[in-house]
């Protein structure tokens, strides 16, 4: 398994329904592990790389309902 990070920013600030959407994008096989910044505007992914490419993950989100505004590199 390869670890890795990917950061995105959100075009809304989060709530309690986007919360509810992070829960759901991370119950999917291959994310380890979502985490926000304390100002609800940016997400980092962390997710096996031996399953996804960034655009899956990406796909991911936005599956999941999350307002993506840009990946942030």
Do not use: N
Request: proline share 7%.
């Amino acid at each position: 398994m390869t670890k890795i990070q990917l950061p995105f920013t959100l075009s809304a600030p989060l709530d309690g329904k986007l919360m509810d959407r992070i829960a759901e994008a991370h119950s999917t096989y291959g994310i380890l592990g979502i985490k926000a910044d304390p100002g609800g505007q940016r997400l980092v992914v962390e997710y096996d790389a031996t399953r996804f490419s960034p655009k899956d993950v990406e796909a991911v989100l936005v599956r999941a309902g999350l307002p993506l505004a840009q990946r942030s590199v």
